[in-house]
């Protein structure tokens, strides 16, 4: 391949200019022999020196060398762990006499490029020249090696003559190697968005070892979403990861303009950056858009309730590229990743989507492969969807298989080795990403696939407390999935029962998750308008949770409001009435007047008394009701919709008396 130049022509949507920036002045020009015109954009050389047709050393080229003028960005916050961590195994000792290669891994949008941007700008002064090469794609690191052969190998032309000169990137490379091989100073090379250096058969592979010069004192830092890249060298390696809570916060803070946090404030921001999994991208796009939305920049705590809604799009936000210099969005960033899983393993890139509907903690590969006691892995078909033949429809699953495509997973940062758990994480963003970029027919298939799973881990978990321990969450988390994603209710139910009958064989009727269980079927009973079996299994509940928690336990309030309300819809007003002022009373003391739950509790209340008959106290106290949803909750609020027409309901009544 070849490259002609001058000039370059600028690229869409980043600088066309190359910087060469000297420690004594950011955009001076450099320095050359003889008489040279250097454009400091394109690199457009035209020299009139000697009268030979030759490349010249330069030996004395000092500064930094980007195809654009790259810093961290102004509201960077520094991560001063990872940041030692890159500069200790790139400490030098005497003995040191080759190149160091680094590579600093993690998730699409942890900030990995930021991180060693700072590092870079902070370390300057201890090396002679720093070389920022874009690796991202193959003709990006192309164009900026054969760039840095003409900056770093002056080119002569006959006096008074103009030469385009047209050079070969393996000329290229090769001059660069070999300029390196003479040099005795200390040198920085970064390699950034070097994602594609694994699979020769991938397209835009790079073979990344192929562009690094070997020298002495020159160090080389690879920023990459490959957790392998670690393997080309032998130092450890830095993974970056999520944000702590802290700088987080801090990075919040800077991007939606908020000068100071109080105590309210910080602690809603707080909620935010943990809900956002503390992703540096992410962080940064939710508050550059609290920061340019004046409702949300005065008002923090009305973002969550919007990204819930919105958070999706919200995700797909892109950056302003000169403020944020990043050009992909939350989402994309991981799309990319996803495609390249899939060009190169296709059952890997469905098994994370299985992972969606399961928790995005502790995925440890017993959990696809329980065993029997007898020894023999244990299969069900629960649902009829086998996330077996859903993930490899031609191929025997097995554990082996299982492992290779984890590895394919984690190559690409969207699982991460926990060696402390012996099990794979996911990101929580990633893990909401995995769910809602199906359609609803993909969810409903995934979701059935995933109970099937669970079901068989139920199997085949054995009678170990440790094991049954480990596997509920993910029992609990794919439960919560199915059934918000079940529209057929009927469904729902047969779903519940199985587990339910599963639980209790399991741990005991008399286990939290059970009674979690037993509470979840009785509303979809409900919901069936199986009143009576309804009310008898809530009454249960209840017992146990009296029983386990206390009277006052807020989950003990919850199931004597559950119960009391399928008391009312029974006709038994007198009987849930009584429920319903016992629970108010304690919603009372447990959260105080103006809590959404106590203000639930007045509103259900209210509405028993409508029912019986005493429109005047039921009146008074929807009124008060309605008010308090209107301060807390706003005019449009389903909540305050509901208890207008409550409201409206009783006062109707009260026409109807007179």
Known sequence: MSLRYPPAQPESRRSSEEHIRQRSSRFSNTRAKGRANVFQGNLWFNFSGPSSSSAATRPDFEGHFAHAAFEPVRAFVPRSSLHDQIHMQLARVATDNSTKMLAVWGLGGAGKTQLVLDYMHKHR?????????????????????????????????????????????????????????RQQGRWLMVFDGADTIEDAEVDGYIDIRHFIPSASSLDVIITTRSSRASGISRLKGVHVGEMEAGQAVELFQKYAFIPQLDATVRDEVMRIVKKLGCLALAVTLAATYVGSTPRLQSNVKAYLPEYQQRRQELLQRRPESLL?????????????????????CIEASVLITVLSFLSFDDIYLKL????????????????????????????????????????????????????????????????????????????????????????EAIEGCGCAPDNKLRLMPHVMANLAITLREQGNVNKK??????????????????????????????NTLKQQGQLEEAAKMQNKVLEKQMQNLGEDHHNTIGAMNNLANTLREQGHLEAAAKMQEKVLERQMQDSGEAHPCT??????????????????????????????CRQIFGEDDPATVKATRNLNITLNRQKLRK
Request: hydrophobic share 40%; glycine share 4%.
């Open 125 to 181: 002064e201890e090396y002679d020249a720093t070389f920022w090469i874009e690796a991202g794609r193959k003709e990006s690191l192309e164009r900026d090696l054969v760039r840095l052969y003409q900056t770093l190998l002056v080119l002569h032309t006959p006096a008074g003559a103009y030469l385009e000169t047209t050079i070969s990137v393996e000329h290229a490379v090769t001059g660069v190697k070999s300029w390196f091989a």
């Open 493 to 522: 139910a047969e779903m519940q029962r199985v587990v339910l009958e599963k639980l209790m064989r399991i741990l005991g009727e008399n286990d939290p998750h059970t009674i979690w269980a037993m509470n979840s079927l009785a």
């Open 324 to 344: 944020h210099q990043y050009n992909a969005s939350v989402l994309t960033t991981w799309e990319t990743s996803h495609a390249a899983v899939s060009s190169q």
């Open 368 to 455: 696809f492969c329980p065993e029997t006691e007898q020894g023999g892995v244990k299969k069900t078909d629960e649902t009829g969807v086998s996330w077996k033949r859903l993930v490899s429809p031609k191929q025997l699953v097995t554990k082996y298989k299982i492992e290779d495509w984890f590895k394919e997973l984690e190559k690409y940062s969207l699982i991460q080795w926990k060696d402390e758990q012996q099990a794979y994480v996911m990101h929580k963003l990633v893990h909401a990403w995995g769910y809602e970029r199906l359609t609803t027919e993909e969810k409903d298939k995934y979701s059935q696939a995933a109970f099937g799973l669970v079901m």
């Open 599 to 628: 203000i639930r509790a007045r509103h259900n209340l209210a509405a028993t008394y409508s029912d019986q008959g005493y429109l005047e106290k039921a009146v008074e106290m929807q009124i008060g009701v309605q008010e308090e």
